[in-house]
């Protein structure tokens, strides 16, 4: 039984939940039970939420530079830990193959330090004035506490994207984790314990826990990742109780492939961006268009090159775990049957008997190909590891296609042109474009996308002002009456 089962993280401490109803926490690589968690109640948010508003008074008072010296601490102990149990507790939870567990890790601190240098930089702007001899300025303030929903494929990075910028802002946060990756998160609050303040809370649950943290009165805005369905819903409560939220959803990635490409460039990157965390990535390639000149020759060396990937436990030398649950093993089995059904072509990985006899969650990655807008394939993301892929002739074709797509969060373009570069660049639409340089991000830009990939942007100045309130503030040090007060003059009435 893992040690932080039905645990949770507040006022500095790990407790022990008081409710009974709790869920297993299976491991997709090998279907054992690794513990189990609380769902808990609005008894236990009432009191985490009631400790986080008393340490977000205490908090938002420090100067910002002292808040900024403790999140530097934060990302100080984050560089100096072994970090093993950390990547071996998500690789388990989550299937996640370990060598990315730990390259996910190695991204938090320089998030950190980011948000912690960013809230420093500036607090606002001085507007020129209306008026002479007056200040006339936006501040820019905490918003009390923040509520942070989060995904189970990025536990600790997508957390800490948020948290970071919401913390240096002078807010107190709740963190309600994925059910599938709550024992991670709960191992990484040891790193906020020397806070100063009570201003960290993470609080382990389901759907239901997540709106009675949304429904709270006392939580100030909402940030939520995870999938464009449940966006919906918690919008939906957002608005209900008239509370600012941002929504980052799911996507289903186009790439698109020029013929004036290096082929095995485009066939290693093709590769790495759908196949990447078995294509669980919000970001990941689900579709590619090749220009039809290269397409077979493309074609090959992508098959290839999925032969060549290593299937199984996180915690060995594998590129693809399994899928995180049984629900979503399910649902990508419907995908490639439904398919299938209706005629694709698919190519599977040449060991699919070997990988369909091992115990986990685990599924053949595969190319389909002569999809149909009716196969579930086209219809919504996958979040699988499946690619379809299919030939175009004109490049402003293949960008019209990228468009027709209900989501709009990343897209891949492959090309050595730079007039075809900045053509598709300037003319898709979606939040985030790479060109020859899949999955990269920046902390210091803003990472989000349109239509029902979301609302809002992590990261970058946007990321933070997300967590900041504006208030326009004009004072006058000198008392002086202005012509247009009361009483009006002879001269001002018009009639
Ligand atoms: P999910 O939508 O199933 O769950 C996300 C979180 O929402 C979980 O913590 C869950 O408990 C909670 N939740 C569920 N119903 C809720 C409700 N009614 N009210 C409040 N909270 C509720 O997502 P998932 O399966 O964990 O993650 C995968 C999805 O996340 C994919 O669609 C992926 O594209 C998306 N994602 C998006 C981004 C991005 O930046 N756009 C990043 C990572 C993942």
């Known amino acids: 039984m893992n040690s932080y089962s039905q645990k949770y993280y507040s006022g500095s401490k790990f407790k022990r939940s008081i409710s009974k109803n709790t869920l297993e926490v299976i491991n997709p690589s090998n279907l054992r039970v690794l513990g189990s968690i609380a769902i808990q109640n609005k008894t236990e948010i009432n009191k985490v939420i009631s400790n986080l508003k008393k340490g977000q008074f205490k908090w938002k008072k420090l100067s910002a530079l002292e808040r900024s010296k403790e999140l530097h601490n934060v990302a100080n102990r984050i560089d100096n830990s072994n970090l093993r149990e950390l990547a071996k507790t998500m690789s388990q939870e989550v299937g996640k193959p370990i060598t990315e567990a730990y390259g996910e890790i190695a991204n938090v601190s320089s998030a950190i330090r980011y948000f912690a240098e960013m809230a420093r930089n500036e607090a606002g702007n001085i507007a020129g004035t209306t008026q002479s001899e007056s200040l006339q300025m936006e501040t820019k303030e905490p918003m009390g506490i923040s509520a942070h929903i989060l995904p189970f494929n990025f536990p600790i990075l997508i957390m800490i994207w948020t948290v970071a910028a919401s913390l240096a802002a002078g807010n107190s946060v709740i963190i309600k984790p994925s059910e599938q990756a709550s024992f991670t998160s709960l191992i990484f609050m040891k ?14 649950g389901d759907a239901t826990t997540g709106k009675a943290i949304i429904d709270h009165k006392d939580v100030n805005i909402v940030s939520f990742t995870g999938s464009a369905e449940t966006a919906k819903k918690v919008y939906q409560s957002c608005a209900e109780n008239f509370k600012p939220c941002h929504l980052e959803g799911g996507g ?24 990447h965390l078995s294509g669980q990535i919000c ?6 268009l090749v220009h039809s000149k290269i397409y077979n020759k493309f074609k090959r060396a992508l098959t290839k090159k999925l032969n060549a990937l290593r299937v199984g436990d996180g915690l ?10 049984e629900a979503a093993f399910n649902k990508a089995k419907n995908i490639i049957n439904d398919a299938a059904n209706k005629g694709a072509l698919i190519t599977c990985h040449k060991d699919s008997d070997h990988i369909e006899s091992l115990k986990g969650y685990f599924i053949c990655p595969a190319i389909i190909e002569k999809t149909k807008s009716n196969m579930l394939c086209e219809k919504d993301e996958m979040f699988a590891p499946f690619v379809t892929i299919e030939p175009y002739i004109k490049i402003s074709e293949a960008v019209k296609k990228v468009n027709k797509s209900q989501f709009g969060l990343g897209f891949n373009m492959i090309t050595k042109d730079l007039e075809e570069a900045h053509y598709v660049s300037r003319n898709i639409e979606t939040g985030l474009v790479w060109i020859n340089n899949p999955l990269i991000d920046n902390d210091a830009l803003p990472f989000g996308g349109l239509k029902k990939s979301g609302i809002g942007r992590e990261l970058g100045k946007m990321g933070l002002d997300a967590f900041r309130q504006t208030k326009m503030v004009i004072i006058d040090n000198e008392q002086k009456i202005h012509e247009w007060w009361y009483p009006y003059s002879e001269k001002q009435f018009r009639t």
Do not use: R
């Open 191 to 204: 790193f906020f314990n020397q806070l100063s303040a009570n201003v960290v809370s993470c609080l382990t």
């Open 252 to 275: 289903s990635d186009y790439m698109i492939i020029s013929d004036k490409t290096d082929i095995d460039f485009a066939a290693t990157a093709a590769i790495t961006s759908s196949f």
């Open 283 to 288: 970001t990941s390639t689900e579709h590619i």
């Open 316 to 325: 060995k030398k594998n590129e693809l775990g399994p899928l995180s649950t």
